[in-house]
């Protein structure tokens, strides 16, 4: 059984409350829980809209069509009505959020105290949240007997609630930021964080350079940011580089250029990400695929970071970042020892004394040192699961992923003879690739224009991927699996 919910309304009529509070009261009954967040650069007005999907098995992603509309203003009807399945319904009228709180309580036949527990929780208004709820449960009269599920250990969090969790338990010190979406919530976050220093500058040139400077006098440092901001550090990042300044960073995708679509997803900065700064110099790039992967990145990173003294380059996007996952077993995290000293930093080449140089034999050396690390790095990679393999591992289809697409790849491929291969690690990147997709017909998913993934494959492999193979999705917003599933079909035809 599946079930998916939307709620939608403008901005400060508390769809958000409407679908947290639901999520929790199905994970406690044993379900599985997805849910995604679709809203405009408002603080109030427009539309925004959620998307939750629950059922008895595991579930990642949302689907095209609902089950349940809950509208909490007209424009919600129009836009998505015709989304609505043959049996859904609509919740609709001039009523507060918390009158349909109750009605869906009802619907889903949940007791009304487990709602009067969840009301308590806001601490504000309780009598008259509670007064409105009753209304809408007593009002309603349709009923969906849920199964009963087994128990099972399930913790329920978004991408950048990950990133928080890893990062304080790879022993962050100081996160610095200046507000911007999607990363802004890790500020917040951390900022609840005693032992943590989170500092808000006045921009990100500051923000990396601020990280910089931490880092060389022995914190644990970590910067975010979105692909914009991340512009601006990208000449810092080449210090970091030459000086051997151990710096995670946080790059939280959104569509650009520019501005782009500011509160919307998208996997356009994967180049970015590889090629930033200036000069020869090693750097990892991890892009993880749901919020339990996005913990172990970030301690990944912190491992890579201080071992090795080198930028660690966490790959995100809006669509992980603010999609809540349910996550079974605890992250797998490694400890990362503090590895900075205090010495002479310095952006020139330098001398075994650290004062600048510019003789010939002794940059030689230096650069000479630089490619030897790059191999002690990917050597040291190949400990980690760069890569994770789904579906029949013998099928000739070979989809191939990376980042938050993975949630929508996996609901996708039940009953389809198809290998689905996430990447992970994209520098360095894992060598064991080629003989996977080697001769296979490969499916290439990704939420860019340009198949960055499949360029990346054509540089490391010399494995060209086909166009008509490529399925790609720009729009800003993440793919369906019911929409991917439909896609992939045609293309192992």
Not at 63 to 75: F, G, W
Not at 287 to 300: F, L, R, T, V, Y
Not at 408 to 421: E, H, K, P, R, T
Request: net charge neutral.
């Amino acid at each position: 059984m599946k079930y998916n919910i939307l709620f939608g309304g403008q901005a400060g009529q508390g769809p958000n409350i409407l679908t947290s509070m639901l999520a929790e009261a199905l994970i406690e009954r044993g379900f599985y829980v997805f849910y995604s967040r679709d809203y405009q650069s408002l603080i109030r007005g427009g539309h925004n809209f959620n998307v939750l999907t629950f059922s008895d098995k595991p579930v990642m992603s949302n689907e095209s069509s609902y089950d349940l509309i809950v509208a909490l203003d007209k424009n919600t009807e129009l836009l998505h009505g015709k989304k609505l399945k043959e049996n859904g319904k609509i919740l609709k009228g001039d009523y507060s959020n918390m009158y349909f709180a109750g009605s869906i309580f009802k619907i889903f036949n949940f007791e009304f105290k487990i709602l009067e527990k969840k009301l308590k929780k806001l601490e504000k208004k309780f009598e008259e949240n509670v007064k409105d709820a009753r209304k809408g449960y007593g009002d309603e009269e349709l009923k969906i007997n849920l199964p009963e599920i087994k128990e099972n250990d399930k913790k329920f969090y978004n991408g950048n609630q990950g990133i928080a969790n890893g990062a304080v338990n790879s022993g962050l010190e100081v996160y610095y930021a200046y507000p911007m979406t999607p990363a802004t919530p890790i500020l917040d976050q951390l900022a609840m964080v005693e032992k943590i220093k989170t500092i808000e500058l006045e921009n990100e040139i500051a923000v990396i350079n601020a990280g910089i400077g931490s880092s060389i006098v022995g914190a644990k440092t970590m910067i975010g940011t979105s692909g914009g901001g991340f512009d601006l550090m990208t000449e810092a990042l080449s210090l970091t580089g030459i000086a051997e300044i151990p710096l995670v960073i946080y790059l939280s995708q959104r569509p650009g250029p520019a501005t782009g679509v500011a509160t919307y997803t998208g996997q356009g900065d994967l180049n970015l990400a590889r090629h930033s700064g200036h000069g020869e110099f090693s750097r990892i790039v991890v892009a993880p695929g749901d919020a339990k992967e996005s913990s172990e990145a970030a301690n990944q990173c912190f491992y890579f970071s201080q071992k090795f003294k080198i930028p660690a380059i966490l790959l995100g996007d809006k669509h992980i970042a603010e999609s809540f996952y349910c996550s079974e077993g605890e992250p797998i995290l490694i400890k990362s020892a503090k590895s900075t000293s205090l010495r002479r930093f310095n952006s020139y080449e330098t001398d075994a004394q650290g004062c600048a140089t510019e003789d010939a034999e002794q940059i030689r050396k230096n650069v000479l040192a630089r490619l030897e690390k790059r191999k002690i790095i990917i050597e040291e990679s190949k400990k980690f699961e760069r890569i994770k393999i789904y579906g029949n591992k013998s099928s000739q289809n070979i989809l191939l992923f990376w980042g938050s697409t993975k949630g929508a790849v996996l609901d996708s491929i039940n009953g389809l003879d198809v290998c689905a291969l996430q990447v992970i690690w994209i520098e360095p990147f894992a060598e064991e690739v080629e003989n996977l997709i080697k001769g296979k017909n490969i499916i290439l998913i990704e939420n860019n224009s340009t198949a960055q993934l499949a360029g990346l494959v054509k540089e490391k492999t010399g494995i060209t991927i086909e166009d008509k193979n490529k399925i790609l999705r720009f729009d800003g917003r993440p793919f369906l699996s019911d929409e991917l599933k439909e896609e992939i079909g045609r293309r192992i035809k």
